[in-house]
């Protein structure tokens, strides 16, 4: 059996094999957050095709938490009935799903939720988007919604949560200096400007349990000047694994950044080294921390992703745009084709997403 698809466990939670859906935005909630029918499909065709766990599109926290249209949403317990329908469709194909629970932070999308968008510290607009700080209160408000969230998950039937900290939404923009400026506790030195998400991580905990697996994406490097380095990456990861935290998912870059900065990077790999946008971060977090790592970002080849666990630079590996355009992926490399994904890391599926048509591959037919 290969390294790729023998069984493995985070935390409690059992898995088939060594695959992990990425959160993708899918763009086809309801225009309040709720889960649709389409959505549901969706998540059931990814676990149908093998892949072991399936982490959802990010879903907002709060009202002034959400980030974009048709987007997945727990911040109220009305969204419970389509959650609990999708979660049991994924455990129907024998998979196991995460939510992926977020709040946007300076990105709040002000126009869908009318509230005015909030971050460690006000911006006007010359480094994102305009925010404002947010106060002691805001800082309990959101803590408490990320653990009503996760135990809304829980009630859910979903097997873990995921907290997204990465990409430059909220806690990572916490954790990074480039949006951090505060001189409070929750500002300066790293182990301040990780205040909050270790904040959060507890709240959670104390919400859901001690067996319940929680997960947390990371940004191995902000990829911007005064941004999250990779020694911040390796020393808040060491915090967080010290507090209990069951999984951690690397990935990089910024959505406010462009090209190789950006955290979907566009540009054809045509050759298997080029593979794999954090490898160096990766096995230096492998070196010094013993936390089970879940690796994405421009794995596209069935020898890269084997070899990667089989020299131990990850215990997971993630895939995300590539199934956009073949849900199938997994399947087929489990079934013995081991071709490259035929995903070209253009961008595209994000054209039909902003039309509200949802992620599709414009290359392809097939729509997801």
């Not at 460690?120 to 408000?141: E, F, H, L, N, Y």
């Not at 009630?155 to 954790?175: P, R, T």
């Not at 630079?313 to 590539?322: I, K, P, Q």
Request: proline share 5%; hydrophobic share 40%.
């Amino acid at each position: 059996m290969t390294k790729l698809f023998s069984p493995a466990s985070i935390g409690g939670m059992s898995l088939r094999n060594r695959t992990v859906r990425s959160a993708t935005w899918e763009g086809i909630a309801a225009d309040n957050g709720a889960t649709t029918p389409q959505l549901i499909d969706l998540m059931a065709t990814l676990a149908g095709n093998d892949i072991a766990l399936i982490i959802t599109g990010h879903a907002f926290v709060s009202p002034e938490g959400r980030a974009c249209p048709w987007q997945m949403g727990v911040h109220d317990d009305s969204m419970l009935e389509g959650l609990t329908a999708m979660a049991a469709a994924v455990h129907a194909q024998g998979g196991r799903i995460a939510l992926q629970i977020a709040h946007a932070g300076c990105y709040g999308a002000q126009p869908l939720s009318g509230l005015e968008p909030i971050g460690p510290s006000a911006m006007d607009g010359s480094k994102a988007p305009v925010c404002r700080a947010m106060t002691a209160a805001d800082i309990r408000q959101v803590t408490e919604a990320f653990a009503a969230a996760a135990r809304r998950a829980q009630k859910a039937g979903f097997d873990a949560v995921q907290i997204h900290a990465a990409h430059g939404y909220l806690l990572s923009e916490f954790l990074s200096p480039y949006f951090n400026q505060r001189t409070d506790e929750y500002g300066g030195p790293v182990e301040n400007r990780a205040r909050l998400v270790l904040e959060v991580y507890r709240a959670i905990r104390a919400a859901v349990g001690p067996d319940y697996p929680i997960l947390i994406k990371l940004n191995s490097e902000d990829f911007v000047d005064g941004g999250v380095t990779v020694e911040d990456m390796l020393t808040v990861a060491g915090m967080l694994q010290q507090a209990g935290i069951d999984a951690v998912e690397m990935s990089g870059g910024t959505i406010y950044a462009s090209g190789e900065m950006s955290s979907l990077r566009p540009g054809r790999i045509d050759t298997p080294d080029r593979e794999v946008y954090y490898r160096q971060a990766a096995e230096l977090f492998k070196q010094r921390l013993s936390v089970p790592l879940i690796l994405v970002g421009g794995i596209l080849s069935y020898e890269v992703a084997e070899a990667l666990l089989t020299k131990g630079t990850a215990d997971f590996v993630a895939l995300c745009r590539s199934l956009i355009r073949e849900p199938n992926l997994v399947r087929r490399w489990h079934q013995g084709d081991h071709r490259k994904a035929r995903c070209l890391l253009c961008n595209g599926c994000l054209g039909p997403i902003m039309q509200g048509q949802g992620a599709r591959c414009i290359l392809e037919k097939q729509t997801v």
